[in-house]
């Protein structure tokens, strides 16, 4: 039996040393993949055709923004793809199911391969080699494959000239389920997607009456984008209400500048923004009529790749209470009012300046931060973010619309586009399902295993089985806070033991009937080493209650290694319709299972048990702000055997390194405002697990907590809503 107080996890993951990834592995692997891959046929095969022409194609590198890898499999003799001036290199193509293979075209340019490798495999991770050489000499080569796969990729070690490698054409023949696609890529966006340009008329007025219908609609069913192509638009006000995203169309901020605000206030509350969620602004320059800008919001509310020519104010008007933020990617010439702003985090940005520090203002790889100061003034401040790679998002160009998938950056610091155009991949639309409210999951699954990756227009979705994203480097996208609801107890979304994919701009809504989890990054003892090409998970933010009904166990769980979640909120309703201490029963928030995984904006707020529970090795979490859940009924309903409450953010006993910068926990206890917690924090004392700048707080005195982190830090006490504070543990 597990120790008093720590519930038995699910099936854990295997427990893997620090070197992860021997020789042994990757000879068993070697093996197995080629009994799967490489085994003959043994049926007679129709004649070989052309499968890789138009599928979606991913290379180690790319010379400049002419040469992606695309450009290797569109069937045009004059594009080609060429990679950075190095070796190795690779070019692969999803074929989008298995095929029966037959041969492969290479077509060089001059800048070709001396030794190369071309290799299959069955998921996109773990690899085969079909056929090798080390003396080619370039030009067009035929050569023979056999073998039964979904991905081919072309291995280059050894280079004809000092240039990259550099292919007219990678063509794959064969038969199978790779023939092409039956559902369509691209078409239009649907009636919830608003597109304009400087020459659309009314556009003030298009913007007001969404906003009349989404200013109080905190959990309604309307889902709306506004697009704005690039250019420049004068005198406008875009009031932003809820499931409502504004956003340019340009490759970066400055392409689409508008001569006015981007507004979220909180008239509609009283003054109050601490329920302003459900909303972004993104890509988008500003020059404000005042001087500044005004984004009173609190959780689920991004606001990534702006630049604002002036200042931010962050507080309602009056200066009311508010409880956000997020802000990435982003410059603002001026001063941040942070003002009434309880915690907020900004990542990889510039700014002019920041006043006020209230509980948890926590800044990583920002441009002008204030250093750390914490406990007084309550700024933690990091120097670069660890590793980051922004959001996806749609841009218009060329008369098409495409999709920008940004690179992976390490250390990262400033923004990505503020001295050129930002480093990543471009997608063609074409290449997108565009998902419409009614599609069902079948479909959508489908669209995904025929190579194409998806793009939700805004609306609510149910799906009554999970949506499986098993293909490496799919973007999953959402606009408008397109919500999936799963259906009769399923998940959601499930990725694969894959690298690279991307899920962003999504809500997922738990339904009435309990789902063992939403959301699953990986499956159980997921073990591939994605720390080259990660799973990324941002704008992703998860409900159980207040729309309706809703129950799940376990909201998100993360088994894969070196996965990133950036921005997610992920909460049990404490207001609404479907609310109560067992109405919309979540016992855990977020469980992390993978090893090297980075959080960064983490929004986990009042689950019946632990909010977040951590089991991977090497850990990091940069801000965390969490709320105990408001309703239980009375001190023995959150009894956690002899231990008082379930920690906010537990550490299991098993993990020897983690750290941790920016944390807070508060409590709430109004049913009882007797409840104690034990603590916020709990975490294994060992050299390995570091935690900087934690805090604790009782708002208005209902509840209190004993410590801060296991038995450190003072306990809260009274009604003056003051924190308690820990400055570094152990």
């Not at 016992?587 to 977040?612: C, M, P, Q, S, W």
């Amino acid at each position: 039996m597990p120790p008093v107080g720590i519930p038995t996890a699910p099936t854990r993951r295997r427990r893997r040393p620090v070197v992860r990834r021997g020789l042994a592995g990757a000879v068993v692997s070697a093996l197995v993949g080629a009994l799967l891959v490489l085994a003959p046929a043994t049926t007679a095969q129709a004649a070989p055709v052309l499968l890789s022409q138009g599928k979606p194609a991913t290379a180690s590198s790319t010379e400049g923004a002419g040469t992606s890898a695309d450009k290797a499999v569109d069937g045009d003799a004059g594009t080609r793809w060429s990679s950075a001036f190095s070796d190795p290199q690779w070019l692969q193509v999803d074929l989008g199911a298995p095929a029966a293979l037959d041969h492969v075209e290479l077509r060089w340019e001059t800048a070709a391969a001396k030794a190369y490798r071309i290799e299959l495999s069955s998921n996109g991770t773990t690899w085969t080699t079909a056929y090798s050489t080390t003396t080619a000499t370039g030009g067009n080569q035929s050569v023979p494959v056999t073998g039964t796969a979904r991905y081919v990729r072309m291995y280059g070690t050894q280079r004809t000239t000092g240039y990259g490698y550099s292919l007219w054409e990678f063509q794959v023949y064969g038969t199978g389920g790779g023939t092409g696609p039956t559902l369509p890529g691209g078409g239009d966006l649907g009636p919830n997607v608003h597109i304009v340009d400087p020459s659309t008329p009314n556009i003030q007025q298009q913007l007001d009456d969404v906003f009349k219908q989404q200013e109080s609609a905190q959990f309604g069913t309307g889902r709306h984008a506004f697009l704005f192509k690039p250019g420049t638009y004068n005198g406008l006000n875009a009031q932003i209400g809820f499931y409502t995203q504004i956003a340019g169309l340009g490759l970066r901020p400055d392409d689409t500048t508008i001569n006015g605000d981007v507004t979220v206030d909180a008239g509609w509350f009283g003054g109050n923004a601490t329920q302003n969620f459900w909303r972004s602004a993104e890509n988008l320059a500003l020059n404000p009529v005042s001087g500044t800008d005004r984004w009173a919001v609190s959780q689920a509310a991004s606001f990534r790749r702006m630049h604002v020519k002036g200042g931010l104010n962050l507080a309602p008007n009056g200066y009311g209470w508010a409880s956000g933020g997020y802000i990435a990617d982003s410059k603002i010439d001026g001063q941040v009012g942070n003002y009434s702003q309880q915690q907020w985090y900004t990542r990889d940005s510039s700014i002019g300046g920041w006043s006020n520090s209230v509980w948890n203002q926590v800044f990583s790889g920002t441009e002008g931060a204030p250093a750390t100061g914490f406990p007084e003034p309550r700024y933690t401040t990091l120097d670069t973010t660890p590793v980051s790679r922004e959001k996806p998002f749609l841009y218009y160009e060329g008369g098409e619309f495409k999709v920008f998938a940004p690179a992976k950056r390490v250390n990262a610091r400033g923004t990505t586009w503020a001295n050129g155009n930002p480093q990543g991949t471009s997608i063609p639309l074409s290449r997108f399902y565009v998902v419409k409210p009614g599609t069902s999951a079948a479909t959508i699954n489908q669209a995904v295993t025929q190579g194409l990756h998806l793009l939700f227009t805004p609306g609510i979705y149910h799906v009554d089985r999970t949506i499986e994203i098993n293909r490496a480097d799919t973007v999953v996208l959402g606009l408008g806070l397109a919500t999936i609801i799963p259906d009769n107890g399923v998940t959601a979304i499930r990725v694969g033991d894959v690298d690279g994919v991307r899920l962003a701009g999504l809500l997922v809504d738990a339904g009435p009937v309990n789902s063992q989890t939403l959301v699953e990054v990986g499956p159980q003892n997921a073990s591939a080493d994605h720390s080259a090409n990660p799973t990324t998970v941002q704008d992703v933010y998860i409900r159980i209650g207040g729309a309706g009904p809703g129950k799940a166990t376990t909201s998100m769980v993360i088994n894969n290694d070196d996965t990133i979640v950036d921005h997610t909120w992920v909460w049990r309703a404490d207001h609404g319709d479907g609310v109560g201490w067992e109405t919309n029963r979540a016992d855990y928030g977020v469980r992390v299972n993978g090893d090297d995984v980075l959080a960064t904006g983490l929004f986990v707020e009042h689950f019946n048990k632990y909010d977040v529970e951590w089991y991977g090795e090497r850990g990091r979490t940069i801000f965390f702000q969490n709320e105990k859940a408001y309703d239980a009924p009375n001190q023995a309903a959150v009894q956690n055997g002899s231990v008082k409450g379930y920690a906010a953010y537990r550490v299991d006993d098993s993990v020897t390194t983690h750290e941790g910068w920016g944390l807070g926990s508060y409590c709430y206890y109004n049913v009882d405002p007797t409840i104690r917690q034990a603590h916020g924090f709990r975490a294994p004392v060992k050299p390995g697990v570091k935690f900087h700048s934690l805090l604790v707080v009782s708002l208005g005195g209902n509840g209190q907590y004993d410590h801060v982190i296991n038995d450190t830090g003072a306990p809260t006490s009274g009604t003056s809503t003051v924190p308690s504070t820990v400055t570094s543990f152990p």
